[in-house]
């Protein structure tokens, strides 16, 4: 099943630290990109999401940027808290479909 | 809490058996979709059902199938269990904004 490309598989960062995250796609049909937060033992819960028409979006201390000629896309964490380390997924949404693709996760922990 | 519910949280049975998982969407939501979640897997798509109709399919396995029903409660059927079917299985509606919205999951164990 086609699939987003995302890495590293781990991070460990420290406390006050920038987290990066990064995803990369193939298929150029997708006109939604979101970030999912997993919490252990809970479903995944949207982060935040960008569309293609757009390069950069931010959210408090979260934020996407988007290169289309690179087919890419990243998360950063500014200032990273031990409360978000999680799982986190990359996903795509196609264009006149309904089907959500994740990246395989990405596991960050936050260390005080 | 996301709205919506998944039962059962937990439950173990045997190879070759078969079980039915449930998940209620968000009130208003139509859309189903049904994630399995596996530790070398992560999440994959499986089916997305849109006001009982089925509009997206992912590697579903033969011996797994779903439907929505008019209440728009889905059910995800699996059967002749495999040790590799082993894993979390993920239900999310998706509301007006295309966000899904996950439910807490059903954790499957094949013995």
């Known amino acids: 099943q086609q699939q987003v490309k995302q890495s590293p598989q781990s991070l460990i960062v420290q406390k006050g630290g920038i987290s990066i995250i990064n995803c990369a796609y193939e298929?150029?049909?997708?006109?939604?990109f979101p970030w999912y937060q997993q919490f252990p033992g809970k479903g995944p819960a949207l982060l935040i999401a960008?569309?293609?028409?757009?390069s950069e979006k931010k959210e408090g201390r979260f934020t996407i940027s988007f290169n289309k000629s690179a087919k890419q896309f990243s998360l950063h964490i500014m200032d990273s808290q031990p409360g978000d380390s999680a799982t986190y997924f990359c996903a795509q949404l196609g264009v006149n479909t309904d089907k959500l693709i994740f990246g395989t996760g990405t596991r960050l922990q936050v260390f005080p | 809490d996301s709205g919506v519910t998944q039962t059962p949280k937990h439950l173990i049975t045997a190879t070759g058996q078969r079980v039915t998982l449930r998940c209620s969407p968000r009130?208003?939501?139509?859309?189903v979709y049904w994630y399995q979640q596996s530790l070398d897997q992560g999440l994959q798509f499986l089916i997305h059902y849109y006001n009982g109709e089925e509009r997206a399919k992912g590697n579903i396995l033969e011996r797994f199938s779903a439907q929505q029903f008019p209440d728009l409660h889905s059910e995800l059927n699996l059967s002749s269990l495999e040790l590799g079917d082993s894993a979390l299985y993920f239900c999310a509606s998706r509301g007006r904004t295309g966000e899904l919205f996950f439910g807490e999951g059903s954790r499957l164990t094949v013995l």
């Open positions: 009130s208003g939501d139509l859309s």
């Open positions: 298929n150029t049909a997708f006109d939604y």
């Open positions: 960008i569309r293609p028409d757009v």
